[in-house]
Nanobody
Framework: QVQLVESGGGLVQAGDSLKLSCESS????????MGWFRRAPEKEREFVAA??????EYAESVKGRFTISRGNADKTVFLEMNRLKVEDTAVYYC????????????WGQGTQVTVSS
């Protein structure tokens, strides 16, 4: 059973940086695609960024400020968030897609990011 565990959330001020981590376990191979999503209060969950071994993609709202990367033999995915804005406040979720033809089926519990003005 694939498990994803996020860490690194917290309370920061606008303009600060924060780095989230998500560690995967329970899968005997490399997870094809890992991503980050977020849900702000009273809003729908939205895509933030995703990465495969070949490329990465970002939501327009974070492009140029956030960087997604993988490490630890691709078992860990990071989200480096710079120049944070109040509107980045949300619970951030890590997600895993096992193969190119699937979807994000595995989710972490989420980590809270709060950006104060």
């Amino acid at each position: 059973q694939v498990q994803l565990v996020e860490s690194g959330g917290g309370l920061v001020q606008a303009g600060d940086s924060l780095k989230l981590s998500c560690e995967s376990s329970g899968y005997g191979s490399v997870i094809y695609r890992m991503g980050w999503f977020r849900r702000a209060p009273e809003k729908e969950r939205e895509f933030v960024a995703a990465i495969t071994r070949r490329d990465a993609e970002y939501a327009e709202s974070v492009k140029g400020r956030f960087t997604i990367s993988r490490g630890n033999a691709d078992k860990t995915v990071f989200l480096e968030m710079n120049r944070l804005k109040v509107e980045d406040t949300a619970v951030y979720y890590c997600a895993g897609q096992l193969d190119p033809f699937g979807t994000f089926r595995y989710w972490g519990q989420g980590t809270q990011v709060t950006v104060s003005s």
